[in-house]
């Protein structure tokens, strides 16, 4: 599985792909706003940074405005996946887009149905939101199921990512489900080097290490 980095702050990006943790990064407005810096310039800075895809996601609600938009993205770099909302004007973006050779991310995905029309479209990712169905308690891993059921049904090369991650088990399932690639927050990638049991048999070796009187250097 991919691991894509969901932020778009550099410094967090840098330090996960200084340890070759990083297939990719996907931003959204959000995220652009929190970091605080002009879009265009931010995405520029991850695209020099990372060799993989980097998700830059348009603001019109029409498709003739995504497309516009999704062309502006992509010379940031040509590195740049252009993220379109899952809309009937997204996915006419999408269709565009895709059939001018650009990667499309199409984001927004809360149903295998929509994942469906995303692939017949030509996204290149499909983005299925798996923390927010989760806090409208319903079940975010089972579209993610679902969603991997149908594409290898009809050998659909769209690839599923797995999106809106929140825990270090979101990771997990997701993994053994099979999603092509995840995109989780920063955080959530540290934590997965984290056990309790690590920790507490760390701290043993190390006490009964210094008994010994030894050094290794
Ligand atoms: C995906 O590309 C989105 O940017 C992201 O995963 C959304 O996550 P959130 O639901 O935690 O905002």
Redesign the pocket.
């Known amino acids: 599985m991919k691991f894509f980095v969901?932020t778009a702050d550099t410094d967090a990006i840098a330090a996960l792909n200084d340890l070759g943790m990083v297939d990719g990064v996907?931003t959204?407005p959000?995220?652009i706003m929190k970091s605080g810096r002009d879009i265009k310039d931010v995405t520029k800075q991850i695209c020099d940074m990372v060799a993989g895809p980097v998700?830059a996601e348009t603001v019109a609600r029409d498709a003739d405005g995504m497309i516009a938009e999704g062309r502006v993205l992509a010379q940031i770099a040509g590195n740049i996946a252009i993220k379109v909302p899952l809309t009937w004007a997204g996915l006419k973006a999408c269709k565009v887009l895709s059939g001018e050779g650009r990667m499309v991310n199409v984001?927004l995905c809360f149903s295998a149905s929509q994942a469906l029309l995303a692939a017949k479209a030509g996204a290149t990712y499909i983005?299925p939101?798996i923390?927010?169905l989760d806090d409208v308690n319903l079940d975010g891993m089972e579209l993610i199921e679902d969603i991997r059921t149908i594409y290898d049904n009809y050998d659909f090369t769209t690839e599923i990512l797995a999106?809106?991650?929140?825990s270090v088990n979101h990771m997990k399932q997701a993994a053994l489900i099979g999603a092509d690639v995840a995109?989780a927050p920063p955080h959530v990638i540290r934590s997965m080097a984290d056990h309790v049991l690590t920790d507490r048999g760390l701290d043993a070796f190390l006490k009964d290490w210094e008994t010994t009187g030894q050094t290794i250097l």
């Open positions: 969901d996907t959204n959000s995220l998700s984001t983005s939101f923390g927010r999106a809106s991650i929140r995109t």
